[in-house]
């Protein structure tokens, strides 16, 4: 479990660290707010494409194996951004980068539930997304350093250096064994109530993603912060997010109800996600995230706790990657729609609709769920 969440820790401090800053740098390259987006956007699409497939292999080959090559991709990815600069590189750069972080992200993911998410979920993936909120925090406050008093070479050559680290110590995790693969089953896992209220949760996840990705690190700027406040902000949430899901998972060992947690996250989230435009400085934006980011953590430790519950074993990595496959499709409109909304409206607006379709859909699917007892009964809340 160590060794797991090592890794973790390191997958997600490599990815942001480039990626929190990378709108800015492309910015600085020359790119437009559109272009910037359009490469956030298809660094997510590439990544989207192969989760399913990358999934359904962590369940049919070797995880520990498509760790190691996923990390291989990862650090080509990031010796490429050392070198290019204008967009046509960048853009088959971003297809190889998405590729990477599919195969770390998900089958990082599903090999550590497929071993440890037989009991005590909420305390094991509580475990889990601890190292991966401190490699989301501590990734951007050490980019945010470095790019005050290192190029942008050693940058991007310490991503790619820290991918390959990733790939070595792999080679000592357990591996999962190999399952018959069907479609029928996999088809049989998703086409229930409680998987499908799932997907329509993480596609609208996905949604807040896409905008976080293109237009947070921009926004910072805008209202007057620079590279190394924009990694203190980033640390300071990775942090937040670390210390509070121990207790939400705790919390979350002792209910029965499904959704409850994942609808008050996503609505908690929603309301600081739609008050962020009105950040003025340093300290109101970062209260208005460290509020954000607690629903976040309270959605995203009830989705990686009905992972576990709601879906065989042996058949994890295949369901987990179509989520999460459904979450990048999301957040790859929505960085494309970030991107076009940046340049016409201007950064509070993003944030303004985005929170806004949060608010509203935490209220839909509330009201869909109490209408009917059938509902109520499937997801556990009482008639």
């Not at 086409?191 to 896409?210: D, N, S, W």
Request: proline share 3%.
């Amino acid at each position: 479990m160590l060794l797991s969440c090592l890794i973790r820790f390191l997958i997600y401090f490599c990815h942001w660290l480039v990626l929190a800053h990378l709108p800015v740098i492309l910015v600085d390259y020359g790119l437009s707010d559109s272009q910037v987006g359009l490469l956030i956007a298809l660094f997510a699409i590439s990544a989207m494409a192969l989760m399913a497939p990358l999934g359904f292999f962590a369940d049919y080959f070797s995880p520990r194996r498509l760790l190691i090559v996923g990390a291989l991709t990862y650090s080509l990815y990031f010796f490429g951004l050392e070198r290019a600069q204008t967009l046509w590189p960048l853009l088959l750069l971003a297809l190889l980068g998405g590729f990477g972080s599919a195969c770390l992200v998900v089958v990082s993911e599903a090999l550590y539930l497929k071993q440890y998410g037989d009991k005590d979920q909420g305390r094991r993936v509580a475990a889990f997304q601890v190292a991966t909120y401190l490699g989301f925090g501590a990734g951007p406050f050490c980019g945010g350093l470095l790019l005050d008093y290192w190029s942008g070479d050693f940058f991007f050559r310490l991503a790619a250096l820290v991918s390959l680290a990733i790939g070595l110590l792999c080679l000592g995790l357990a591996d999962s064994s190999p399952i018959r693969f069907s479609f029928q089953r996999y088809r049989a896992d998703m086409g229930q109530l409680r998987p499908l209220i799932l997907m329509a949760c993480v596609l609208l996840i996905g949604t807040h993603f896409g905008v976080e990705q293109t237009s947070s690190a921009l926004l910072m700027r805008h209202i007057g912060l620079g590279q190394q406040e924009i990694g203190q902000i980033f640390g300071l949430l990775g942090l937040w997010m670390a210390l509070c899901v121990p207790f939400v998972g705790w919390f979350k060992d002792r209910r029965d109800s499904f959704f409850v947690f994942l609808l008050v996250g996503i609505a908690i989230s929603g309301f600081f996600q739609l008050i962020t435009g009105l950040a003025e400085g340093y300290w109101s934006y970062a209260v208005i995230r460290l509020c954000h980011t607690l629903g976040d953590t309270i959605a995203l430790l009830e989705l990686g706790v009905l992972l576990a519950l709601l879906f065989p074993v042996a058949r994890l990595g295949g369901n987990s990657g179509l989520l999460y496959g459904l979450r990048t499709l999301a957040t790859f409109g929505a960085a494309i729609g970030a991107g076009l909304i940046n340049q016409s409206f201007g950064y509070a607006a993003t944030f303004l609709i985005s929170g806004t379709l949060m608010l509203l859909f935490a209220a839909l699917m509330t009201l869909y769920i109490l209408t009917s007892r059938e509902r109520c009964r499937e997801v556990g809340w009482r008639p």
